[in-house]
């Protein structure tokens, strides 16, 4: 018999003692220790509340399963159809649940299961009675039946609950309270009282002191669950140095949320959240050592790495610290309510929960503590759900900054070479875990010296690396930093459990592993057309694989990271990957109707590119084929959009694409379209490098030699030797025929050039009409017998050629001429490009400088002009040199219409951007400061 029992036991001899010596009372000391006795019991009253009786109920409402079953034996026995069966069973299940309900939230249940069980089934009858009025009298034995199982089941459950204890000596108290009474009414006849009755005194006393003792041990009992300076778990050790963190959410710290919250009548939950390696279970673990050493009540560290882990620690913690011993046989959430809702009840003042390694918010589902003065942190890797939870404090925790991981760095290995350190820091991007592990081993084998480290750490291979990140003795991180990050890819990649996702998730990190580190557009990766590749790229994102910048236009991955995931994956698989990314990705700009959008796709293009042409190499001749018909189609519309300093960025990278060369015409076409590039960035030297690559492919016989040829002579040109450039195409008019499919091509570069470098040769008047109308021969000949498969690869040319004959009637003087064939050249460039493309503006711009040769120039030219240039600075940049030109050109015009002080801020800046520029300008620095010069004197 439990202490409690006996407590109820003598407390009912007592009373009924009491009553039979009612008329001769007690002695004075007697009566002081029956208060004494009273007072103590109702101090444990006070400490005692609530009821756990809900936590009983799934476990009870299971229990009435075998008694139905036995109720439709019976009906079916008596000859019963199914559905009426049926029907009488839903009765009998609903008119137990709302019993059972009625017993849950009766008050006085749990007590009369425990004080009176031999009356507990007609407790229950009682209780039901408004239930059992609905039922035939033939039919009461079936409910009554099903009653008496409920109650079973109840007093079975009681002795298990949490607050039997409570709910007992709440009787307890209640009964001493009677006894009380009695001894107040019994102090009045003390005075009277007999000594022949001394016998039934003293029995009397000694069953009130044995109460008293009962009741002190069970009052003990309970304050043993007193919370006072309590840890449990096993967190990290604090390291020696460390750097102090403090994440904000909502504009308020981590710390500030702990230690001076706004109010401490409820549990404040927090989360950690941070990718592997950025110091989450360090940052909790150093809040815990605060909490120690300012006292707190209770500082508890829970591995949270699974829901079964969990559940485990937290009814481990309450055996070892509330001394709740549960039920195994019980169902194990019962178990942990049992210690959460004794943990509530405790005494107890500030104290802290740390749920270290949580995966995922569904595994603290009715796992958390909840009670004043109480904080719950929580680290994850997992950054999904919290932010759907009211109660949750989002912190994320990001790495490192480089001045904090070079502090680190100097600080652990007492070395002031704060330049290697930094050095250090940018090669492991402040990944604390690597920075803490690169300081140790430094120190470890490379006597302290930074330089030495720094030296080892950039010529190790990639397989090398992790052993220049050895585990620190004692920490957390087992591993060293690059295995940890690779195990932690791995879990997230396991725990996608459906295959064509995961194979998504693998090509998103090749991806990033091998496009360029600064990021890539989340767009190529994200592809919402293609639904497993969303969510696999939401599952690493979750995880705290990938990360996206602020504006979510491009996603990143740890360069670590990185580095894990390609030391363990075959490299031309996973080039191969990123390669099809790349091809994706171009075909996003058919859903583009802004050159704009189009250009940042270009520029973007280009750089991812160049960040994967050093493993080209490696890739199948599949995936090489791929990229080398990407690499064209970037080069041409970077040329065809003006957006020349994006295509010829690709020219540093030529030696890494040399690789793809073996596909010989896409190549040649490659350099082509660089050279292009380059030749309209004034980039003379490297264009005609990569023509004379592209020539030594070819040879005369090859079917678009004089294409190229021409392309050259347009080089030379842009270079200012114009005899060189017109011999090149008269030679080549001289060499083909018109059965030659480019000949028109011929044609149109010969009288572009003649147009051009008319004055540079000493020529007579006459001289200078006859070449200028071979030129306009050439070009009407060329329109009139184009062959189709110019225009195939070149859309514009029919646009071109009208601007040609434009500038050739206008060198002519015929300007009515100049001006119709300008807006020809308007009209069909109109035809063929949509209107946001940039070579609009500058056929525009044409035509206004035909109708300013032919009428000279006037306020409302000069306006046009001016919004003309605007919008192209807009569209494309300054430093464009179809901009400059147009800003040229304008500075001119205000020059001749005497608007001098706007001609010369204008040329100004052209001389800012010229001198700026890394490239040649025209007109030159030189040039624009003299005739800016000559008009700041007018």
Request: hydrophobic share 35%.
């Amino acid at each position: 018999m439990s202490t409690v029992r006996a407590a109820f036991n003598i407390s009912s001899t007592i009373v009924k003692s009491v009553v039979k010596v009612a008329g001769f009372g007690f002695v004075a000391d007697a009566i002081e220790g029956g208060q004494e006795l009273y007072q103590l019991a109702c101090s444990l009253k006070d400490e005692t509340f609530g009821s756990a009786e809900a936590q009983m109920s799934g476990t009870l409402r299971n229990s009435i399963s075998d008694e139905l079953a036995s109720i439709e034996y019976q009906l079916g026995s008596l000859g019963r159809d199914e559905k009426s069966i049926d029907l009488f069973i839903g009765r009998l299940e609903t008119s137990a649940k709302r019993t059972i309900t009625q017993l849950l939230n009766d008050e006085n249940a749990l007590g009369e299961a425990i004080t009176k069980p031999e009356k507990f089934h007609a407790y229950v009858l009682t209780q039901s009675a408004p239930e059992r009025a609905s039922y035939a009298p033939e039919e009461e034995h079936h409910l009554d039946s099903l009653l008496r199982c409920i109650a079973d089941e109840y007093l079975r459950l009681a002795k298990k609950s949490p607050n039997y204890n409570e709910t007992a000596l709440r009787a307890t108290v209640e009964q001493l309270s009677k006894i009380r009474a009695e001894l107040e009414t019994l102090q009045n006849l003390v005075a009277n009282t007999s000594e022949t009755h001394s016998k039934e005194h003293q029995e009397i006393n000694n069953k009130i002191e044995r109460l008293q003792t009962t009741v002190e041990d069970a009052l003990s009992n309970h304050r043993s669950r007193q919370l006072n300076n309590s840890t449990w778990g096993s967190r990290p050790q604090p390291l020696k140095l460390w750097i102090e963190r403090n994440p904000t959410y909502d504009n308020k710290t981590l710390y500030a949320t702990i230690f001076n919250p706004s109010s401490s009548d409820h549990t404040h939950f927090s989360a950690l959240i941070g990718h592997a390696g950025s110091g989450k279970t360090r940052l909790a673990a150093t809040i815990a050592d605060t909490c120690i050493k300012k006292h707190w009540s209770l500082v508890a560290w829970i591995d949270a790495s699974a829901r079964t882990k969990i559940i485990t620690d937290l009814i481990a913690f309450g055996e070892s610290l509330l001394n709740v011993n549960t039920d195994k046989e019980m169902d194990i959430l019962i178990r942990v309510k049992q210690v959460l809702t004794t943990f509530r009840s405790a005494i107890k003042e500030d104290c802290l929960f740390i749920f270290d390694n949580v995966e995922t918010v569904e595994d603290l589902k009715d796992l958390l503590p909840d009670a004043p003065r109480t904080h719950v942190i929580i680290t994850t890797r997992n950054n999904r759900g919290w932010d759907l939870h009211n109660d949750w404090n989002c912190f994320y925790l990001n790495d490192f900054t480089q001045k904090e991981s070079c502090k680190y760095l100097v600080e652990t290995t007492n070395d002031e070479d704060k330049i290697s350190a930094n050095l250090i820091a940018e090669h492991l991007g402040n990944l604390p875990l690597a920075i803490t592990q690169a300081a140790v081993t430094a120190s470890r084998y490379f006597n302290s010296s930074l330089s030495e480290y720094l030296m080892a750490l950039t010529s190790c291979s990639d397989n090398d690396l992790q052993d220049l990140l050895e585990p620190i003795e004692g920490d957390n991180y087992t591993l060293g930093a690059i295995l940890a990050l690779h195990t932690a890819v791995q879990t997230t990649l396991d725990r996608i459990q459906t295959g064509k996702i995961r194979e998504e998730a693998i090509r998103i990190l090749d991806s990033l592993c091998y496009l360029d580190k600064s990021g890539v557009p989340s767009a190529w990766l994200k592809e919402h057309s293609n639904l497993n590749r969303s969510k696999a790229y939401r599952a690493l994102l979750d995880a705290s694989i990938i990360e996206e910048s602020m504006d979510s236009r491009y996603t990143t991955i740890h360069r670590l990271f990185g580095h894990a995931i390609r030391k363990q994956s075959a490299k031309s698989a996973a080039v191969g990957n990123a390669c099809d990314t790349l091809a994706r990705a171009s075909s996003i700009k058919t859903s583009l109707g802004n050159t704009l959008q189009y250009g940042q796709q270009l520029r973007d293009l280009t750089t991812q590119v160049m960040a994967i042409a050093p493993d080209l190499s490696s890739v199948s001749s599949v995936d090489q084929i791929t990229m080398t018909t990407l690499i064209e189609e970037i080069l041409s519309n970077c040329y065809d959009l003006s957006l020349y300093n994006y295509g010829a960025t690709l020219y540093t990278s030529i030696r890494d694409l040399r690789s793809l060369e073996h596909n010989t015409e896409t190549w040649i076409r490659i350099l082509d379209h660089l050279g292009t590039n380059l030749r309209a960035l004034r980039k003379f030297a490297d264009a005609h490098a990569v023509y004379d690559e592209l020539f030594s492919l070819i040879s005369i016989s090859h079917p678009k030699y004089y294409v190229y040829r021409s392309h050259i002579a347009l080089l030379y040109y842009f270079e200012g030797k114009d005899d060189t450039t017109l011999k090149i195409c008269k030679e080549t008019l001289a060499y083909t025929n018109q059965d030659d499919p480019y000949y028109s091509y011929y044609e149109y570069y010969f009288a572009r050039i003649t147009n051009d470098t008319i004055n540079s040769f000493n020529m007579s008047k006459q001289e200078q009409n006859n070449q200028i109308q071979t030129a306009i021969n050439h070009l009407h000949h060329a329109i009139e017998h184009m062959d189709p498969i110019i225009l195939s690869h070149e859309k514009q040319f029919k646009a071109h050629a009208f601007t040609a004959l434009s500038q050739s009637y206008s060198l002519t003087g015929e300007h009515t001429e100049a001006i119709r064939y300008s807006n020809k050249a308007l009209q069909r460039a109109q035809e063929v490009l949509r209107d946001s493309h940039p070579d609009i503006i500058t056929y525009r711009h044409n035509l206004l400088a035909s109708k300013k040769k032919a009428n000279g120039t006037s306020p409302e030219l000069i306006t046009d002009l001016r919004s003309l240039v605007k919008e192209a600075a807009d569209r494309l940049s300054d430093s464009n040199p179809d901009v400059f030109t147009m800003r040229y050109n304008l500075a001119r015009w205000l020059t001749e219409d005497k608007q001098y002080r706007e001609a010369t801020g204008i040329y100004d800046n052209l001389i800012v951007i010229s001198e700026s520029s890394v490239d040649s300008t025209s007109p030159s620095t030189e040039q624009l400061r003299e005739e800016r010069n000559r008009i700041a004197q007018l």
